[in-house]
């Protein structure tokens, strides 16, 4: 009898130990998750930490213009943007970048979005978001003396969308671009989460994949007090060091000031793909922690040895604060890349390239084995008929220039049809290797030989002293707040890639001819004039 009593009483604390481990485990850290302060910096469950110094630290941010100071350098003695002896407002200026473009914008068939349609859509998405976020002030018993938000029409996000037609993401005499970086730069956060691959990621991270999905790279959606939305992706890497020899591309970080260069190369090359792109300094503490709703981003926040806030992403069960970055103590360089219209407004296309990499550890396309691999490209629809073989090489030229061997998929608006433009998203692995020229990114070219005309004009001029790519490139970076944006030896590997393509061209052209090379736009295009570069030497 006194046996089965123990055996009770054992088994009684044993229910009464799980008990309590669940409630310590489990329930306890909800309910104090719920009544934590909200500007209370969350912690990382394997970031070992006082949790009272996350307060004091916070309340301890420097001025942003002393903070400026810890991440910038300063430039070269070059002038800025339309000053005397300018060559950016020079290489504007030139009749290249003056010639109408072709074919002329005749109607609403001519602009991706309906103006009336888009904005009440629009008012729809602002109405939505006032609503979840006033039952989320309710849910946590927060006031807030804030107004309800209201689109603006003017606001140049808004513009942006508009404005985005057959031609391009933008006019070339557009004010809106300039306006929209400038709002980016300047306007406050009201909510932070992360981008939709790395929600979806959650609910499927392999970690030991060869190509790491979360963590290795971390980009994170900001949307400002006017509504507008960019991809907010942070500083990993100084501006000094290179890529090691030994990284694959696909394990490459992802830099802030590759995102924030391709978009000026882009606009000096006069394609206008790339997506207006700005630096920023962003305080993580008051401008994501603070405003964010989800708490998965909340939990990976920690404060780090040297007392600077950090966050990291997040892979279920994985806690990898080594790939944490970090504020200096709170500011935090990163990049800001204005969103395109949503797919429910405005569908997008998106499709593997025919160049696309392996993405193994020792596997080859067939494009890497066979030099007529183009041959067989050319056969297969849309390759065929339309132009966007020749956009394809157009995307493998600044591919090349900026040295991004990641480009796997391309995006294209569906309303445009097989000639529609193709959108240069995702350009953040460019810019790793200065010393390195990567030649396999130039295989559309080199394995096709066409080129448009448009293209080869712009890029014989920028080969000129007067015009030259890198002056204009780093003149155009003097715009940004995080200037300088690239480091001396990377302006000067665009001149020297710029040579490779143009040396690239002259074999075609003396293997094939001309005619057989160089592509005339399909309207039609007008002669250059006495100033302008031949097409031959």
Not at 263 to 280: C, M, N, Q, W
Not at 462 to 480: I, K, T
Request: charged share 25%; proline share 8%.
């Amino acid at each position: 009898m006194p046996g089965l009593r123990r055996d009770r009483l054992l088994t009684l604390l044993l229910l009464g130990a799980l008990l309590s481990a669940d409630l310590y485990f489990h329930l306890w850290p909800q309910v104090r998750r719920q009544l934590r302060p909200r500007g209370h910096p969350r912690g990382c469950p394997c970031a070992r930490r006082a949790p009272s110094a996350a307060p004091a630290r916070a309340a301890a941010s420097p001025a942003p213009r002393a903070a400026a100071r810890n991440f910038s350098r300063a430039g070269p003695g070059t002038e800025p943007h339309g000053g005397r002896g300018s060559k950016l407002q020079a290489l504007f200026a030139h009749p290249l970048y003056r010639v109408p473009e072709e074919p002329p914008l005749l109607g609403p068939e001519d602009s991706l979005l309906a103006s009336q349609e888009a904005l009440r859509y629009y008012r729809r998405k602002v109405a939505r978001w006032n609503r979840r976020h006033k039952m989320y002030q309710e849910q946590l018993n927060l006031t807030s003396p804030d107004a309800p938000l209201q689109l603006r029409p003017d606001a140049s996000w808004v513009q942006f969308h508009l404005g985005i037609s057959r031609h391009g993401l933008y006019s070339r005499s557009s004010p809106v671009v300039r306006q929209l970086l400038q709002d980016m730069r300047r306007t406050p956060t009201i909510s932070a989460d992360y981008s939709q691959d790395e929600k979806a990621l959650l609910g499927a991270c392999d970690c030991t994949q060869i190509v790491k999905p979360s963590g290795v790279h971390l980009k994170l959606v900001l949307r400002f007090s006017d509504f507008g939305k960019a991809m907010f992706k942070p500083m990993r890497q100084q501006r000094d060091e290179e890529t090691p020899a030994d990284f694959f591309y696909f394990i490459d970080f992802q830099r802030h000031n590759a995102e924030i260069a391709a978009f000026h190369l882009d606009r000096i090359l006069d394609f206008r793909r790339v997506p207006p792109t700005v630096g920023r300094l962003i305080n993580v503490t008051k401008e994501i922690l603070e405003v964010t709703k989800n708490e998965i981003l909340q939990s990976v926040f920690f404060v780090s040895p040297a007392s600077n806030v950090c966050f990291f992403a997040k892979c279920p069960y994985m806690c990898k604060t080594e790939y944490a970055v970090c504020g200096n103590p709170h500011l935090l360089e990163g990049s800001l890349s204005a969103f395109l219209p949503s797919l429910n407004l405005a569908p997008r296309l998106s499709v593997p390239t025919p160049w696309i990499r392996s993405y193994s550890l020792a596997g080859k396309e067939e494009w890497e084995v066979n030099p007529l691999y183009c041959d067989t490209v050319k056969q297969i629809y849309p390759y065929n008929s339309s132009s966007r073989l020749l956009n394809i090489i157009d995307m493998a030229i600044f591919d090349f220039l900026i040295g991004n061997m990641d480009r796997h998929h391309y995006e294209m608006f569906t309303k445009f049809g097989d000639d529609g433009f193709l959108i240069h998203l995702d350009n953040a692995r460019g810019f790793g290797r200065h010393s390195q020229d990567e030649l396999s990114i130039l295989s559309p070219l080199s394995q096709c030989c066409r080129i448009k005309k448009k293209t080869l004009l712009h890029l014989q001029l920028l080969a000129q002293a007067d015009y030259r790519l890198s002056d204009v490139m780093r003149e155009s970076l003097l715009e940004d707040e995080l200037s300088p944006v690239l480091t001396e030896p990377h302006l000067l590997a665009l001149d020297r890639r710029l040579r490779i393509i143009l040396q690239t061209v002259q074999g075609c052209v003396e293997a094939h001819g001309e005619q057989s090379v160089i592509a005339s736009d399909p309207a039609g295009e007008s002669a250059p004039d006495p100033g302008q570069p031949h097409l031959t030497r």
